[in-house]
């Protein structure tokens, strides 16, 4: 069972996404924008990836990514960043960052699903014993 951080100021988004990330089996938490997130990343908490939006007050998503991949022991967190309205140049920016996905709104429960998998294989690749 992975721990996810979900920010995300939004209250509808953020049901759908925590129950999602707890359809899964994970435990989700939530941040109402990006400097909690931060905040709560920084509190050694340890979380096995992060779902954030771009929109938030007080710390947007591309500055949360910004200063999350500035310190050295959250350059291997899996983001996913999800958004309504962003073009491609602005997607591209946002994984030139250091975000690992990106993720359309309104958010769909399968894509969300398969993208959680995918960030915590990569998490959990580096524990994993090869077959015999």
Do not use: W
């Not at 967190?77 to 591209?92: D, K, N, R, T």
């Not at 990106?102 to 969300?112: G, N, T, V």
């Amino acid at each position: 069972m992975a721990k996810i951080l979900v920010a995300e100021d939004d209250r509808i988004s953020q049901k759908l996404a925590v129950k999602i990330v707890e359809d899964l089996g994970h435990t989700a938490f939530v941040s109402p924008h990006g400097k909690h997130a931060y905040e709560s990343l920084t509190a050694s908490n340890r979380f096995d990836l992060l779902i954030t939006d771009i929109m938030m007050p007080e710390m947007d998503g591309q500055q949360l990514i910004k200063t999350l991949r500035g310190d050295q022991q959250f350059m291997d967190l899996p983001i996913i960043i999800m958004s309504a309205v962003v073009g491609m140049s602005e997607i591209s920016n946002l994984l030139k960052l250091g975000a690992t996905l990106f993720l359309a709104k309104p958010l769909d429960r399968d894509e969300l699903q398969n993208y959680i998998r995918r960030c915590l294989v990569k998490v959990e690749g580096c524990k994993a014993k090869p077959a015999a």
